[in-house]
């Protein structure tokens, strides 16, 4: 199959990798001439350029560039392509990219890789990046089954697990297990850094461990990403935030009152529910 690429960063460096591994011909796009020459060089594509009508025989186009861009290049993408082409993306939010994707594309399916590394760039490219991780589809009413079933075939050969659902589902969701953390983890960094003696910040910075690393480690990534989901999952996440400050609230009113029991209580809870979420 003929799979066109367009943002060869992490993802969709990572996408190339394992779609030509598998012996798909594969077309990357990219804003920079040097990004385009080092995938060439590095097999992540068979050809590239920074113009999209090299896609124009791709079968499926997936669409690997910041949210925020998603839709500008499919208006530009579509004045090139067949009409049965079926165009993916890899954002994290969905119901954005999908309004705006109805009227401009028939065979459009949202999608949305669970995966990823604290690197970026196309040179931190890796194959196997999305096997075993989850990968999720948000068809709409009108979404050609055709489509679904072709994007969700390469999906799985990635060895992807793969979910179905709606795009609401899928941004209430990811705001409490991947947006949400996000900003905490980003306040908790803050917080620390709103400490006033400076022999005890010092102290503080050189003791953190892997417990501080783990739980700041989504905070401290970069900033684009946290925007992009404030700006676009914003109902979603501030629902979230709402009810994990009502839960911070809780906390912060037993430990005032020494109400230990009732502390303890919470934390026995959220020890069995974490296994719920993460083996």
Same mark, same amino acid.
């Given at each position: 199959m003929k799979i066109g690429i367009v943002g060869l960063g992490l993802m969709g460096g990572s996408l190339g990798l394992d779609l030509r591994a598998q012996g798909h011909q594969v077309l990357g796009v990219s804003r920079q001439p040097k990004?385009?020459?080092?995938?060439?060089?590095?097999?992540?594509v068979d050809d590239a350029s920074i113009d %999209?009508? +090299?896609l124009a025989t791709a079968e499926v186009v997936f669409i690997c560039t910041? +949210?925020?861009? +998603?839709a500008s290049t499919v208006k530009d993408l579509v004045n090139y392509l067949y009409k049965d082409t079926v165009i993916t993306d890899i954002g994290s939010v969905k119901m954005p990219v999908v309004r705006e994707m109805a009227p401009l594309w028939e065979n459009f399916v949202g999608g949305h890789p669970m995966s990823g590394r604290e690197y970026s760039g196309v040179e931190a490219a890796v194959s196997n990046l999305f096997a075993g991780n989850p990968? /999720? %589809?948000?068809? +709409?009413? !009108? !979404?050609p089954p055709p489509a679904l079933e072709k994007v969700e075939e390469i999906v799985r050969s990635l060895k992807s697990l793969v979910y179905? !659902?709606?795009?609401?589902?899928?941004?209430?969701?990811?705001?409490?297990?991947s947006h949400l953390p996000v900003m905490v983890s980003g306040s908790l960094i803050d917080a620390c850094m709103?400490?006033?003696?400076? /022999? /005890?910040?010092?102290?503080?910075?050189q003791l953190?461990?892997?417990g501080f690393r783990d739980t700041s480690r989504v905070g401290g990534g970069n900033p684009e990403l946290g925007i992009m989901m404030a700006r676009y999952n914003q109902e979603s996440i501030m629902r979230s935030l709402v009810g994990y400050r009502d839960r911070l609230d809780q906390i912060i009113e037993v430990i005032e009152q020494e109400d230990w029991s009732s502390l303890e209580k919470i934390f026995e809870t959220t020890h069995v529910a974490r296994k719920k979420f993460v083996s």
């Amino acid at each position: 199959m003929k799979i066109g690429i367009v943002g060869l960063g992490l993802m969709g460096g990572s996408l190339g990798l394992d779609l030509r591994a598998q012996g798909h011909q594969v077309l990357g796009v990219s804003r920079q001439p040097k990004t385009c020459q080092f995938a060439r060089d590095h097999g992540i594509v068979d050809d590239a350029s920074i113009d %999209l009508s +090299i896609l124009a025989t791709a079968e499926v186009v997936f669409i690997c560039t910041p +949210i925020a861009a +998603i839709a500008s290049t499919v208006k530009d993408l579509v004045n090139y392509l067949y009409k049965d082409t079926v165009i993916t993306d890899i954002g994290s939010v969905k119901m954005p990219v999908v309004r705006e994707m109805a009227p401009l594309w028939e065979n459009f399916v949202g999608g949305h890789p669970m995966s990823g590394r604290e690197y970026s760039g196309v040179e931190a490219a890796v194959s196997n990046l999305f096997a075993g991780n989850p990968y /999720v %589809l948000t068809p +709409i009413e !009108t !979404t050609p089954p055709p489509a679904l079933e072709k994007v969700e075939e390469i999906v799985r050969s990635l060895k992807s697990l793969v979910y179905i !659902t709606s795009p609401e589902n899928h941004d209430q969701a990811v705001a409490w297990i991947s947006h949400l953390p996000v900003m905490v983890s980003g306040s908790l960094i803050d917080a620390c850094m709103q400490e006033t003696d400076p /022999v /005890v910040l010092r102290l503080a910075q050189q003791l953190a461990s892997s417990g501080f690393r783990d739980t700041s480690r989504v905070g401290g990534g970069n900033p684009e990403l946290g925007i992009m989901m404030a700006r676009y999952n914003q109902e979603s996440i501030m629902r979230s935030l709402v009810g994990y400050r009502d839960r911070l609230d809780q906390i912060i009113e037993v430990i005032e009152q020494e109400d230990w029991s009732s502390l303890e209580k919470i934390f026995e809870t959220t020890h069995v529910a974490r296994k719920k979420f993460v083996s």
